[in-house]
């Protein structure tokens, strides 16, 4: 079993900064990737960003150039920088890992952006 702790949500004002951060603990054998999903109120969880193994990234449209994700293997923590925050991302982000084949998932971080 692998747990997830994630942490450094909050409100902020919009153009402000967040850094949130999910450390990985348990039986890690090998994780392929990790990643970050976000799910806002009355709507579906949708990816925000990923990073493989390898270092591949993916970044949805909306957040491109404004977040960005890093992992630090020898803590198996990943994390996720946001930048130019705007009240759009507001929603609950998640932490996902993909650990050999087992997908595990944070208890969410809510992050709030006042405009």
């Known amino acids: 079993q692998v747990q997830l702790v994630e942490s450094g949500g909050g409100l902020v004002q919009a153009g402000g900064s967040l850094r949130l951060s999910c450390a990985a603990s348990?039986?890690?054998?090998?994780?392929?990737?990790m990643g970050w999903y976000r799910q806002a109120p009355g709507k579906q969880r949708e990816l925000v960003a990923t990073?493989?193994?390898?270092?591949?990234?993916n970044y949805a449209d909306s957040v491109r150039g404004r977040f960005t994700i890093s992992r630090d293997n020898a803590k198996n923590t990943v994390y996720l920088q946001m930048n130019s925050l705007k009240p759009e991302d507001t929603a609950v982000y998640y932490c996902?890992?993909?650990?050999?084949?087992?997908?595990?998932w944070g208890q969410g971080t809510q992050v709030t952006v006042s405009s």
């Open positions: 996902r890992i993909v650990e050999a084949q087992t997908i595990y």
């Open positions: 348990g039986s890690i054998f090998v994780i392929n990737s």
């Open positions: 990073l493989t193994s390898g270092g591949s990234t």
